[in-house]
Structures are given as C-alpha cells and as structure tokens.
C-alpha cells in the first residue's frame, strides 16, 4: 500500500514539471517572425542622402564625359547658315566624328570661332594644303568652280576686303570654312581658315 501512494506522488510530481504550451503550432511562427524582424535591415537616414549624392555625381560625371567626347545638343543661333540651319533649330553635334578621321567637304562643323573665341556652325570648303580663290562672286577650290546646291539661288560669294578677286591657301591642318549665309556670315573670309584642334566636332542634320 506504502509502495503505491509512492509511486502515484512520483508520477504527480513529474506530471507537473512538463510544461506544454496552450499552442504548439504559433511556436514556430513566431520564431520565424521574429528571425525575420532580427534579419531586416537597418537604412539610416544619412546613408540614404549618401546613396542618392553618389547617384547624382556619377549621372553628371556620365553626361559630361558623353557631351564632352561624344554627342551634345546644340541650338542654332544667328542666320549665318540660313537655309540649311534655322535659328532656334536644335541639332546633334557629333563630338566623336574626328577622332580617328579628318573634316571633308561640305561637312558641316562646330568651330571654336578665332575672332571672338565663341563657338560657330559652318561649312568645310576646303582642306589642308588646298587653295580657295573668290573670283567675280564665285567660289574655285584648286582651280575648280565650286558646286554650292545648299545655297539660295542667285547667292554669290564676295570678299570682305576692297579686292575683288582673294587667293588663299591651307597650311598644314587648317580648314576653309564658309556659311551658307555668305551675306551675313563672318567665315574664313574674314579671319582665313581654322586650326584642326579648333574644329570641335560634326553637326548631325535631320532627315
């Protein structure tokens, strides 16, 4: 009788250390919650202004460096290449065309301009080691008439000194250029052809 109550005191009292929980299943949710909330990350405030200063610097590095060496928009001002280019036209400057190649007739170009060191669209005539004679109104490159279908009809080509007749010869790496607008435009008529580091790049025409 001794020997039972004994046994039945021992099995209450183990009975008692076991704790079961009212929910098994909500156990393992919220240790998965709660490992979730531990693992979230923690942006603070100034290394968001951090992230987005860096991002601004490196999209303006970007656009520089592609305005700088490769294509930029230009607008056109002045009528100095009426017809082909409108005042107030937005136009594509190619600042890559010359990198590995030379200007060539008839294309038109962004130069540094030597008389005031601004920045002017021309037209190439002619090139290094050629000669460019204005006679009675029209334009000879080494001798030959020039064919000028860009220009309004009935344009003629005068000199902007007393001479009616002007003979001019490219040095090495120099440049002839004209405007479109031979009335109004001041060329290499006024201040002789320009340096090649001068040319900056190749104005990209719309079809």
Known sequence: MTDSIAEQRISFLDLKMITVPMDPAAAPVIAVRRAAKATKPNVSFPRQIAVLLLVAVMSLGFYWLTSRYFV???????????????????????????????????????IRDPADHGFSVKRVIALEGESVHFLNGMVYVNS?????????????????????????TCGKDQYFVLGDNRLVSMDSRSYGPVSRPDILGQVVLHN
């Open 72 to 110: 930029q928009s230009i607008e056109v001002v002045g009528e100095s290449m009426v017809p082909t280019l409108e005042p107030g036209n937005h136009y594509l400057l190619n600042r890559w065309a010359y990198h590995k190649a030379t200007p060539q007739h008839g294309d038109i170009v962004v």
């Open 144 to 168: 030959e008439r020039l064919n000028e279908p860009y220009l309004t009809p009935g344009t003629h080509t005068f000199t902007y000194s007393q001479a009616k007749e002007q003979l001019i």
